[in-house]
């Protein structure tokens, strides 16, 4: 089985404030994505990679940032975190198949709040 | 145009009834396609692969119809466990590594 595994299931932080956010995923896969879902507004991809030191922006990557130094480990950086990016927010992984039949398997989530 | 409309719901069903939800895209050219489950406060998990020649798993069938762009899951002899917002996702193939686009879920509630 997958395991996606996110570094907090709670994180409550200040404006300002820079803030981390760690997924490590144990299947060797090559891709790893970021989103951050809010209601009425579903998942909205932040930040994605598909290799070690690769990035590529998704719909909503103003205010933060990623990096990926480790194949298994992909992390997202809130620079200075402002109150409108309080959110719950989730890590995925999936294989870099051929015909894109590959679906992705996601960590269980940080609810993240900025106050 | 969303690239992945669904209806939010909810659909509120007796138990044992069967239900169906409808998705659409936008892209013509889009390749793959999924249904995932969340239930409240969790995350996304995968329920099925939708292919081109439709799929079934157990209660739950999965139809592509890629004329009229739509994807379709049919829940036969709902159970109180299928309640949950199911997710309408798919591959655009645009950008690299597997970009999936996901819908925003449509709500099922299943009664007594």
């Known amino acids: 089985d997958v395991k996606v595994t996110q570094s907090s299931r709670y994180l409550v932080k200040r404006t300002g404030e820079k803030v981390f956010l760690e997924c490590v995923q144990d299947m060797d896969h090559e891709n790893m994505f970021w989103y951050r879902q809010d209601p009425g507004l579903g998942l909205r991809l932040i930040y994605f990679?598909?290799?070690?030191?690769?990035?590529e922006k998704g719909d909503i990557p103003e205010g933060y940032s990623v990096s990926r130094e480790k194949k298994e480990r992909f992390s997202l950086i809130l620079e200075s975190a402002s109150t409108n990016q309080t959110s719950m927010y989730l890590c995925?992984?999936?294989?870099?198949?051929?015909?894109?039949?590959?679906?992705?398997?996601f960590g269980d989530g940080t609810r993240l709040s900025i106050l | 145009r969303k690239e992945v409309e669904q209806d939010p719901g909810p659909f509120n069903v007796p138990e044992g009834a069967t239900v169906a939800f409808n998705c659409t895209y936008s892209n013509s050219a889009s390749q793959s396609f999924f249904w995932y489950r969340q239930d409240c406060r969790k995350e996304p998990k995968l329920l099925m692969s939708?292919?081109?020649s439709g799929n079934e798993d157990g209660r739950f069938t999965a139809q592509l119809n890629r004329a009229s762009q739509y994807i379709s899951l049919l829940i036969r002899d709902s159970k109180l466990s299928d309640s949950a917002t199911y997710l309408c996702?798919?591959?655009?193939?645009?950008?690299?590594?597997?970009?999936?686009?996901f819908g925003t879920g449509t709500q099922l509630k299943v009664e007594l």
């Open positions: 995925a992984s999936s294989l870099l198949g051929q015909a894109s039949f590959q679906p992705q398997h």
């Open positions: 990679s598909y290799d070690v030191k690769m990035k």
């Open positions: 996702v798919v591959n655009p193939l645009t950008g690299g590594g597997n970009k999936l686009t």
């Open positions: 939708v292919y081109s």
